[in-house]
């Protein structure tokens, strides 16, 4: 009798201890996505005590930087020696790059930092995602999409929030001093509860392969970072890094055919619906941060909305994307059919960047807010699918890099997103500014096409109307561009082919799941 009873709680105790690893891995995915836009909100501040305006951008260059050089790494690294050590190497990584940069004394040290901190940083999601990979079969794994999506609707709305509250009453070192707590309380649940097969792998590290991607990723990222900004186009500076980028990764992927262990095998890519996915993945980063840079621009300088809840402003967008991602992920869970979520999401973002390229100096927040909700309907149909689909298109072997490749090619787009459509952004609104503001409007731009609304407030009415119209005309422009992009997404989004998720179900979930155990029951 007591044997029974043991047999019929222990599914219980599994569940129980699958949610507290769901727990830890939420946080840590917060903490990944949060300190972006905490440390934005604290970023005046910290330039007032500490100084180095000239490196202001720094800042966030060395942390996007080395985050995206150390994102395809940590994958690997997980799947050579197992998850849950290199997982939590990461997270710590990223906290002593957090206790360092809230201790910087100038901006020399706080950029050094911030490095180590992304150094980190490109750990953590990857290993959010490849540990829900190994966890959860992916036909069950729909399940946990809303919670995601949740997560990420919450630190894009509450990031400048929690940041500016931060600043305010306990000083700009607690923007990074806040993850401490966090993270120490994420290490101890998945020291005590997340039990993954140890591995040790007999190959040694790609050295090599990782020295010519890091080359590569960080090449990419200088040009779409400084191109138009700090140097132009077409100079010599940007030539030469894009010159360098593409050597370098020509030279990587010539490597890693031989290579002994790549650090992204290239055979994962003769997957049809991983190579699609990654497509898909780069067209959304592209997207969702031009959009997300844009848009409360738009609102705070058109409309008149008020630059302190700038991530209120997104509410729209991120609120249908939250219930369109619980929505697809319950029925992918229960029908195991996906094919119609990624045509339908980019049905509905090339729809709605479209109707975001219509808006003018009179269009209202209403109309504005239900553009935007079209937007977060294809975004939530398209955000965790991706991940979904490409993690179940490789072998368990290689769910760390598929996972990083995914999450790489994301982040990526994003920084093209944000370059080219910052790039059109701007040469528009100088351009309108020089047209219809005159010698005065000229002036006002010659520096940055962004005024904060400060800056607005002080110029005459007629200068203010004419910057007005160039953002309206800016945001046009961008936005049309994005919606030409997402067409590539829909194109895509055809072609992927139909493949039945592993695992069968709530009935049969435990049956097809790997056969290790994977938590501590």
Known sequence: MADTQTVETEPDKKQRSVRVVLLALMITMMLAMLDNMIVGTAMPTIVGELGGLEHLSWVVTAYTLATAAATPLWGKLGDMYGRKGVFMSSIVLFLVGSALSGMAQDMGQLIGFRAVQGLGAGGLMVGVMAIIGDLIPPRERGKYQGMMAGVMALAMIGGPLVGGTITDNWGWRWSFYINLPLGVVSLALISAVLHLPKKRAQARIDYLGAALLTIGITAIVLVTTWGGTEYAWSSARIMELIGIGVAALVGFVFWQTKAAEPVVPLHIFRSRNFTLMSVIGFITGFVMFGATLFLPLYQQSVQGASATNSGLLLLPMLGAMLVTSMVAGRITTNSGRYYVFPVLGSVLMVIGLYLLSTMDTGTSRFTSGVFMAVVGLGMGCLMQITMLVAQNSVEMKDMGVASSSTTLFRTLGSSFGVAIMGALFNHRVQDTM??????????????????????????????????????????????LLGSIVAVVSLVAAVFVKEVPLKGAGPQKAAEDAAPAPLVEV
């Open 434 to 479: 020089a047209e219809r503001g005159g010698a005065l409007g000229s002036k006002v731009t010659e520096q940055s096409a962004q005024l904060d609304a400060k800056s607005l407030e002080k110029l005459p009415d007629a200068v203010r109307e004419a910057y007005q119209f160039a953002v309206s005309a800016g945001t046009h422009s961008a936005f």
